[in-house]
């Protein structure tokens, strides 16, 4: 890793670069990341921003190469993004337990509402052109039908934290 700067208020730049020489599968209890390159920009007075301006991310294990992920982000203070390609992802490669594919295409992520001590305001937005199909999900969308269906479906209500409940278990 090396860091770089030319004062208090200036962009420090961080290049970083990770060897796992351990990687495996999930389903075997280890991380399929084989190495990971990363350059980093922000000023070191303003800590509610930093742009990631790469990432390079080698999937896999040490025996068999699972594809790849690059791309560029920004993270501030309560919402960050991610714009991502993947290349050659092959998913059962990372885990067993997942369907033999290989995807390429773009993924963008944009989060918002982290910055707050709860998570009620929180975001998660997809978007991605993999396999030929185009696709996008949104948690606000989603939080809404997930609570009704949980609701009026399963009987469940949301938990209440000042609440404590006991059960007596047979």
């Not at 860091?3 to 495996?24: C, I, K």
């Not at 301006?53 to 025996?63: K, N, P, V």
């Not at 337990?97 to 998570?119: E, I, K």
Request: zero cysteines.
């Amino acid at each position: 890793a090396t860091a770089q700067t030319q004062g208090m208020d200036q962009p420090a730049l961080v290049d970083l670069t990770l060897a796992n020489s351990a990687a495996g599968r999930w389903n075997e209890g280890r991380l399929p990341l084989r190495r990971l390159s990363l350059a980093l920009r922000g000023r070191p007075d303003d800590r509610n921003t930093v742009d990631l301006q790469t990432f390079d991310a080698e999937l896999g294990s040490t025996r068999e190469a699972a594809g790849r992920v690059q791309g560029k982000g920004r993270w501030s203070q309560g919402s960050w993004e991610l714009d991502a390609v993947l290349a050659d992802l092959q998913p059962s490669l990372l885990d067993q337990r997942a369907p033999a594919m290989r995807l390429d295409g773009p993924l963008a992520l944009v989060g918002r509402g982290f910055g707050d001590a709860s998570l009620d305001a929180a975001q998660l937005d997809l978007k991605a052109d993999i396999a030929g199909l185009r696709s996008g999900l949104s948690s606000a969308s989603a939080t809404a039908r997930i609570e009704r269906i949980a609701e009026k479906a399963l009987g469940l209500v949301q938990a209440d934290p000042d609440t404590t409940t006991y059960l007596r278990l047979p």
